[in-house]
């Protein structure tokens, strides 16, 4: 089954294109995406995020209706990379009550942003308000510059 055929021509789709076409090989290549890769990424792709920058900081800002603040994990990787990631979890479901549709994601979600060399990773912060995560990375200050350095001359 092509998914492209379909119209779905999207990175997750992709994914899931070569994983079906990968199933249908006898042998197992060493280059066939992991289950976590594919997981890793259709989490990415379902996760929309804003990147601001302001003359003293970068803002990555996310929506995250209905996503309690002890289920978001915002991490520093590589010393340059942030990484925010967390889970949305489905609503117990009361005993005569079912869902006729469901539209809104559950499940895992992440994003990861490589930083900046001018970022300040000893200086982040996030704060989840009304269902928006925003992470602020403070930069560095800009280095001085070097003044230049006087030789005195002796007479010889």
């Keep these: 089954m092509d998914f492209r055929m379909m119209a779905f021509d999207s990175p997750l789709f992709s994914v899931l ?4 076409d990968a199933g249908d090989d006898s042998d197992k290549s060493v280059s066939c995406p992991s289950r976590t890769y594919a997981r890793d990424a259709k989490a990415m792709a379902a996760t929309a ?6 003359p003293n900081s ?13 289920d978001i994990k915002v991490q520093v990787e ?5 990484v925010i990631s967390g889970e949305r979890k489905r609503e117990e479901e009361k005993e005569g009550a079912k869902y006729v549709r469901m539209e809104r994601r559950v499940g895992k979600f992440m994003r ?3 930083l900046p060399e001018n970022a300040n990773t000893d200086k982040i912060s996030a704060v989840c308000q009304d269902g928006v995560l925003t992470v602020t990375v403070e930069k560095l200050p800009p280095p001085e ?3 230049p350095k006087t030789i005195e001359v002796k007479i010889a």
């Design 17 to 20: 294109q070569h994983l079906h």
């Design 49 to 54: 995020a804003d990147v601001k920058e302001s």
């Design 58 to 70: 970068y803002a990555f800002i996310v929506d995250m209706p209905g996503v309690k603040s002890g």
């Design 78 to 82: 590589d010393d340059n990379v942030v």
């Design 112 to 114: 990861k942003f490589a």
């Design 145 to 147: 510059p070097k003044k």
